[in-house]
């Protein structure tokens, strides 16, 4: 039997049942992103009728009013018009636009009794009154939290018009407690568009006391004394010559405390305590979560952050979620209180001060919205270092039930923390990491042409710009570890903006001439988080230029050579989709000697030569041949010059891949770079030496484009070895994975037709992107069209 039309939201849930899932259209989902309460929901429209009752039945046959006429709806009543008397909702209502007033009620004189405790309620919390509609997101994370919710009080009413038409009702209670209309539904979706089958959602649709009024909210009020962060020569606060700091400190609240607290009031409502505190009860497989990134530190630590950071994390949230919860009846209830000190928190700036230590900052910082959306950012991001088939995804206790499901949940719900965030409209360090380790997750997730990925790059160089770290700042006051880590989320930020940039041909956000980006110091975190004495003594060993003199190559090494490599790329991008009226070549030879005057005034142990055996050093060896190879490349689209030399180039590339590739696999461990370096870097180049094959293999097609002598038999050899190795490491999860198997297809085409005998009846190609490659000149037109160089290397992995 068909259900009525019904808006229900899916639950956050265990063993697959988290539905808040990164592409937010599974199971004809929609999202509500802009409702007055800024609340992420997953819709589900039931496009169904209403059962059909037996009209003989008692219960339905239709109540006339004493004088035998029937009722009329409420708005038609009240108004003394004429009501249609049309079930559930009359069509006079449906013109006037009053269709959510509209109800049968049965009987409209009599005055219901109340209680002094309603009335009471009433007028202490008279928001709660008129308060909008709510689908609240229910959360069956862990199978003992379910039975701490709220149980359905009323059955709901069977009828099409259920989710838009609600009489107005009196809220008595807090949100686990409010008098409203709820319902169970159980969902099974067995065909999804990601490909997951047979997954059971929990569904709650929570019905509440009032319609929808948008912008009733007060969140969309304006608080006084908002942080509006850098302000830079020109701003407001500086107009008045020599007072800039005077005006900066009397514009800043007197009672920091009590604006906070009505900042508080103003910003968040019930329904954002009970959403927050659904994400919280994710903390349960807390143990599941250490344990992956334990595993990810394992294979890869990374640069920007520090591993020292999220364990002392882990350690403050298991302590203050265990103190929250542990031996209460109630759990959900202390888990709300806990949501609410998360919002207080968030909104509270945190004073530093210079002798504050990573334990000092982590614990001050822990219990806010930012921080943990941090944290789930870094656990969907540690999904993907992390082996398929590793014991880990096999656990029956993981959330969403696979590594799919809980690189989903890790996304959806790092989403809701920040969207919680932005409910505060607060600015800090806390909030710029999880930006940029979210904006990271976003990218290897949908992949670098989805404008989801370029859409959080907008917030992640805008928060970066409101903090001032494009700019040297006085840190006098900051702890010495959190200075270096603005300067590694600077370059990470930068690094991702001419990825990007380079990728889809648009012009950059951030651009040096007007940003002061200082490179981050030669040392380590266990460096940088040391004691003074010990911080001071690796000081000393660095040179002027700020290398460690123990050739250790370390996360301070690498951000300082993706710095280095990033300026080049942002002259590349001047010289590609530049304006500038300079002569062309002569602009890319002064890029190229830039280019190799820094590589060659790096320290001796970031030389790369061909006995390295170290994975890192060979990547970073490709990163700077890829520097000329996008180089050359724009040489020969924009004038045609350079041919020979992208040639060169190309070759050089893939066999340091290949030699890469096969030491490695020698030693039984393939390095995670060297994976990245396979498709942003060998998979570009590939194409060019592809295309150059096909060209010099068909005599009746136009000359080559090259005096030099083309080593064929070599590239043929080089090409055939590398797709085999593409076809392994190159995983299908990858959010770039369709376009990389896009120029696989064509890079496959051109080795089968060079080395299949010449016929008279040639076999038709399979398709490759929708099209049908018919003969050789409109394959080499295919091939020439195809961008091979928009194949980047990301740089803030």
């Known amino acids: 039997m068909k259900q009525s039309t019904e808006s229900i939201t899916i639950s956050l849930a265990n063993q697959g049942q988290f539905s808040l899932l990164s592409d937010y259209s599974r199971f004809g989902g929609k999202l509500a992103w802009g409702t007055p309460n800024a609340v992420l929901l997953i819709v589900v429209n039931l496009l169904t009728e209403p059962p059909v009752a037996s009209t003989n039945h008692p219960e339905n046959m239709e109540r006339k009013r004493r004088n035998g006429q029937l009722p009329s709806c409420e708005p038609c009543r009240k108004s003394k018009l004429g009501c249609d008397h049309t079930k559930p909702i009359c069509n006079r209502c449906v013109r006037r636009g009053r269709t959510d007033e509209c109800y049968y009620h049965p009987s409209p004189l009599t005055k219901p009794r109340q209680s002094n405790a309603i009335a009471q309620s009433q007028n202490q919390d008279p928001i709660a009154s008129d308060s909008i509609r709510d689908l609240s997101v229910s959360s069956t994370v862990s199978r003992s939290s379910a039975a701490h919710h709220p149980a359905p009080l009323t059955e709901p009413r069977q009828s099409k018009a259920a989710a838009i038409r609600k009489p107005r009702q009196k809220l008595t209670h807090g949100p686990s407690q409010s008098h409203s209309r709820n319902a169970n539904v159980s969902v099974n979706a067995s065909v999804s568009p990601i490909g997951i089958h047979a997954v059971s959602v929990s569904v709650s649709a929570s019905v509440s006391a009032s319609p929808l009024t948008i912008g009733e909210s007060h969140a969309w009020e304006k608080r006084p004394f908002a942080n509006p962060g850098f302000l830079g020569l020109t701003s407001y606060s500086d107009n008045v010559t020599g007072y800039a700091a005077v005006l900066d400190h009397a514009m ?102 210079a002798s504050m230590t990573l334990s000092e900052y982590v614990a001050l910082s822990a219990a806010r919205w930012d921080t943990y959306a941090l944290l789930l950012s870094a656990i969907g991001y540690a999904i993907y270092h992390v082996a398929h088939d590793d014991p880990i995804f096999q656990s029956g206790t993981l959330p969403g039930k696979d590594r799919k499901g809980l690189r989903r949940i890790a996304l959806a719900a790092s989403d809701i923390c920040l969207q919680l965030c932005d409910r505060l409209g607060t600015i800090s360090d806390s909030l710029c990491c999880a930006i940029l380790q979210h904006s990271v997750l976003v990218h290897h997730t949908y992949g670098t042409g989805d404008y989801r990925t370029w859409q959080k790059l907008g917030d992640l160089t805008t928060i970066v710009f409101a903090l001032g770290l494009h700019q040297a700042g006085d840190d006098s006051n900051i702890p010495f570890f959190l200075s270096e880590l603005r300067k590694r989320i600077m370059i990470g930020a930068y690094g991702m903006d001419k990825d990007l940039a380079l990728f889809l041909g648009r012009p950059p956000r951030i651009c040096k001439q007007y940003c002061n980006i200082q490179s981050p110091l030669d040392l ?274």
């Not at 190879?629 to 190309?650: C, P, Q």
Request: net charge negative; proline share 4%; charged share 25%.
């Open 524 to 797: 380590t975190w266990e460096e940088l988080i040391a004691a003074p004495t010990v911080r001071q003594a690796a000081l000393q060993k660095l040179d002027a230029q700020g290398w460690n003199t123990e050739r250790k190559l370390g996360s301070g090494a690498r951000g300082r050579t993706i710095h280095l490599a990033c300026l080049i790329r942002e002259d590349i991008l001047e010289l590609s989709i530049g304006q500038g009226r300079d002569n062309v070549e002569e602009h890319a030879e002064r890029v190229l000697k830039r280019a190799r005057q820094w590589r060659s005034e790096l320290p001796a142990f970031l030389q790369w030569g061909p006995e390295s055996t170290n994975p890192e050093l060979a990547s970073l060896h490709l990163e700077f041949l890829h520097q000329d190879f996008l180089i050359y490349s724009t040489l020969v689209k924009r004038i045609g010059k350079g041919h020979d030399a992208l040639i060169n180039v190309s070759l050089e590339i893939i066999t340091c891949l290949l030699d890469m590739v096969s030491m490695q696999m020698r030693s039984l461990k393939t390095h995670m770079l060297t994976t990245l370096d396979l498709c942003y870097v060998g998979l570009p180049a590939a194409g060019v030496l592809a295309t150059e094959l096909l060209r010099h293999s068909q005599p009746k097609l136009e000359p080559a484009l090259s005096s030099a002598l083309f080593p064929r038999s070599e590239v043929i050899q080089k090409l055939s070895v590398f797709i085999s190795h593409a076809d392994t490491f190159i995983q299908q999860h990858e959010g770039d994975y369709e376009i990389a198997l896009q120029g696989q297809m064509l890079i496959r085409q051109v080795l089968d037709r060079v080395l299949s005998p010449m016929t008279d009846q040639p076999f038709p190609d399979p398709p490759i992107n929708g099209m049908t490659i018919g003969d050789d000149v409109d394959f080499m037109a295919l091939l020439e069209s195809f961008d091979w160089e928009q194949e980047i290397r990301p740089t803030f992995s």
């Open 252 to 353: 800043r609240p007197r009672d920091s405390g009590s604006s906070t607290s009505g900042s508080i009031a103003a910003a968040v409502d019930s329904r954002q305590v009970e959403l927050g505190a659904q994400v919280l009860l994710l903390l349960d497989h807390l143990p599941v979560f250490e344990e992956l990134l334990e595993k990810r530190f394992a294979i890869w630590e990374g640069w920007i952050f520090s591993t020292q950071m999220f364990r002392c994390l882990i350690k403050d949230l298991r302590d203050l979620y265990r103190d929250a919860t542990e031996g209460l009846q109630d759990k959900y209830a202390c888990v709300l209180e806990l949501s609410r000190s998360f919002f207080r928190n968030t909104a509270t700036e945190i004073e530093l001060r």
